[in-house]
DNA sequence: GTTCTAGAAC
DNA sequence: GTTCTAGAAC
């Protein structure tokens, strides 16, 4: 029997493949210049690698922060620069912009999207998808700017309230409508562009 | 996080 | 019969 820890190092496997975990993804598209739209000292801007929308970015530390419930009130310089180049990112473009953390990332590297409205992309495909972005799993970044201002730390989500999240029924971001699958999601969501 | 695909839903 | 979703991936 071989299992895969999250190094991506097979163990009790004679001859041990070397091969990256996919949760280790975002810190080699980092260091991608096709992936990467800007960099400072503190931060790294990169496209999403599977867009959920006509704009997708992610936005990174270039410490070593895990995820979200790592911050605490030493990063506050940090988010309002996240800040900063949330706004600078919507003055360059003429697509309406939302920035924000998902409450249960998949992903190591704490990481902000910033991503428009329109959801129009080919690889927005399922229920969990579309409800990573369009409910209350998607932490907006100025909820989570105040949160660590005033409690130090970002609440954890129970996997109860995960669960229901993600088992939320589809409803479209932009009116009432309720489409019955998610091909019918996309389909309606071309009428709003 | 994605890909693949079995079986549910239609 | 086809479309769609959801769970395994060694």
Redesign the pocket.
């Known amino acids: 029997?071989?299992?895969?820890n999250i190094t991506g190092v097979?163990t009790g496997?004679t001859n041990a493949k070397k091969t990256k975990h996919?949760?280790l993804?975002l810190l080699e598209s980092m260091k991608d210049s096709n992936s990467v739209v800007k960099s400072t000292d503190k931060l790294v801007v990169i496209r999403d690698?599977?867009p959920k929308a006509k704009i997708h970015y992610l936005v990174l530390p270039q410490d070593d922060i895990t995820n979200i419930y790592k911050l605490n009130k030493a990063h506050i310089n940090l988010l309002e620069e996240f800040g900063n180049i949330y706004k600078q990112l919507q003055e360059e473009e003429t697509y309406s912009l939302k920035a924000g953390f998902?409450a249960v990332?998949?992903?190591f590297r704490l990481h902000m999207h910033i991503i428009s409205k329109d959801m129009i992309s080919p690889?927005l495909?399922?229920?969990?998808?579309w409800n990573?972005f369009t409910t209350a799993f998607f932490l907006p970044y100025e909820d989570v700017l105040k949160e660590i201002k005033l409690n130090g730390s970002v609440k954890k989500v129970s996997h109860e309230q995960h669960k229901a999240l993600m088992a939320t029924e589809l409803q479209c971001n932009q009116c009432s409508y309720k489409p019955?699958?998610?091909?019918?999601l996309k389909e309606h969501l071309l009428s709003h562009s």
Not at 1 to 4: G, I, L, V
Not at 125 to 129: L, S, V
Not at 180 to 184: D, G, I, S, V, Y
């Open positions: 029997m071989s299992k895969r097979k496997d996919w949760s993804g690698k599977y998902h990332p998949s992903m690889c495909k399922t229920k969990i998808h990573s019955k699958n998610m091909p019918q």
